[in-house]
């Protein structure tokens, strides 16, 4: 069965570490998506990659950064972390000729105190 | 990408159908309609996907109006665990980007 894991289900954090969100995937897919999602405001993309070590900024990167260092694997890394960032991080993955749907991870619950 | 309007809530009878509308009135020739659901605390899930024709999977049916201002998504015979928020969105093929409304919460009831 395909899919996208997440590393953690649950995390918490103290303000001013970095934490770091790894994602991998298993069905070769290019493109590969790092999201959030708070009440109220839905999901919003943070930043995304087409390919390895690539990447481009979505609608919210501010406060973070990303890494692919190989197709399967993309990184988050929030550089020093800070309450507004207590969220779902989502991560997905899809093809690159982006017809095809994408596949999304179970989400990771971040909480920075 | 096109913008898209649902209904913020919709309630159906387990085992009845579920019929969930999405209006994307200025949708371009080249943008295609998708839908996914998120049931609580799991990631989204894809559904179903359509440019111009109906679609069908084992999932779901995708009808879409002949001139693609609107379609609806229907679930033949929902149950209890198709209770979640549903999305329609409307995007270009080759677009790298998912941008999510905020979606219809669709309860089904027992």
């Known amino acids: 069965d395909v899919k996208v894991t997440q590393s953690s289900r649950y995390l918490v954090k103290r303000t001013g570490e970095k934490v770091f969100l790894e994602c991998v995937q298993d069905?070769?897919?290019?493109?590969m998506f790092w999201y959030r999602q708070d009440p109220g405001l839905g999901l919003r993309l943070i930043y995304f990659?087409?390919?390895?070590?690539?990447?481009e900024k979505g609608d919210i990167p501010e406060g973070y950064s990303v890494s692919r260092e190989k197709k399967e694997r993309f990184s988050l890394i929030l550089e020093s972390a800070s309450t507004n960032q207590t969220s779902m991080y989502l991560c997905a993955s899809s093809l690159w000729e982006g017809v095809s749907g994408y596949t999304f991870g179970s989400g990771t619950r971040l909480t920075v105190v | 990408d096109a913008k898209t309007t649902q209904p913020p809530s919709m309630d159906c009878a387990e085992g009845r159908a579920a019929n969930l509308p999405c209006n994307h009135s200025?949708?371009?020739?080249?943008?295609?309609v998708y839908w996914y659901r998120q049931i609580h605390s799991q990631g989204p899930q894809y559904i179903i996907h359509?440019?111009?024709n109906n679609e069908t999977n084992e999932m779901a049916s995708l009808i879409i109006t002949e001139d693609r201002k609107s379609s609806t998504l229907i679930l033949p015979h929902a149950t209890l665990r198709d209770t979640a928020v549903y999305y329609c969105i409307v995007r270009v093929a080759y677009g790298n980007k998912l941008v999510f409304g905020a979606g219809t919460i669709l309860r089904v009831k027992s």
């Open positions: 200025t949708i371009s020739g080249n943008e295609y």
């Open positions: 359509g440019l111009k």
């Open positions: 069905m070769d897919h290019e493109n």
């Open positions: 990659s087409y390919d390895v070590k690539m990447k």
